[in-house]
């Protein structure tokens, strides 16, 4: 687990797993979101976040980050370095289920995985790219499908199937 890219749906717990992957393997993360989204959901320029996500790359022999930015050139490029490739497909209801958690517990502040005054709300928009996330999952693994032959590449269908593969994972990997 040197290289480690971790896709999916909001609210599948992406983040979560990669905390887990910090700690587990001791190996640098990042979050993409926190990088892309600034104070009060500013954003970066593509060419910046970019930027930062390669020199990040470049300057870690090993490395976890947790977000797709699929239309972003640095998902090849993330692809490309990664060892291990994980997608969490567990459908609609399940992450819709896991952003409404997510409000919940950080009802009207900010995630400490956000900047200051990006606070966690849920609207129509934020709802309906949530529901409608099935077309991007079939683009995102069609991509990733063209790694399967070179890649560890994982497909987990729910969380139980997920933990039980993470907590076999020795940490001496």
């Given at each position: 687990?040197?290289?480690?890219?971790?896709?999916?749906?909001?609210?599948?717990?992406?983040?979560?797993?990669?905390?887990?992957?910090?700690?587990?393997?001791?190996?640098?993360?990042?979050?993409?979101?926190?990088?892309?989204?600034?104070?009060?959901?500013?954003?970066?320029?593509?060419?910046?976040?970019?930027?930062?996500?390669?020199?990040?790359?470049?300057?870690?022999?090993?490395?976890?980050?947790?977000?797709?930015?699929?239309?972003?050139?640095?998902?090849?490029?993330?692809?490309?370095?990664?060892?291990?490739?994980?997608?969490?497909?567990?459908?609609?209801?399940?992450?819709?289920?896991?952003?409404?958690?997510?409000?919940?517990?950080?009802?009207?502040?900010?995630?400490?995985?956000?900047?200051?005054?990006?606070?966690?709300?849920?609207?129509?928009?934020?709802?309906?790219?949530?529901?409608?996330?099935?077309?991007?999952?079939?683009?995102?693994?069609?991509?990733?499908?063209?790694?399967?032959?070179?890649?560890?590449?994982?497909?987990?269908k729910s969380r139980k199937a997920l933990y039980e593969w993470f907590n076999a994972l020795k940490s001496e990997e």
């Amino acid at each position: 687990m040197k290289k480690v890219v971790i896709l999916g749906p909001s609210g599948t717990g992406k983040t979560t797993l990669a905390r887990r992957f910090h700690r587990k393997f001791n190996i640098p993360m990042i979050h993409l979101d926190s990088i892309y989204w600034q104070k009060n959901w500013n954003h970066l320029s593509k060419p910046k976040f970019d930027a930062f996500i390669r020199m990040f790359l470049k300057k870690n022999p090993a490395w976890v980050i947790d977000g797709n930015y699929s239309n972003h050139p640095h998902l090849k490029y993330r692809l490309k370095l990664a060892t291990t490739i994980i997608f969490l497909d567990y459908g609609t209801k399940q992450a819709l289920k896991g952003i409404h958690e997510r409000a919940e517990r950080f009802k009207h502040i900010s995630r400490p995985d956000m900047a200051k005054g990006c606070i966690e709300e849920i609207d129509q928009e934020f709802l309906q790219f949530v529901a409608f996330y099935e077309k991007r999952a079939k683009r995102l693994k069609a991509i990733i499908s063209r790694y399967k032959s070179t890649k560890d590449v994982k497909i987990f269908k729910s969380r139980k199937a997920l933990y039980e593969w993470f907590n076999a994972l020795k940490s001496e990997e």
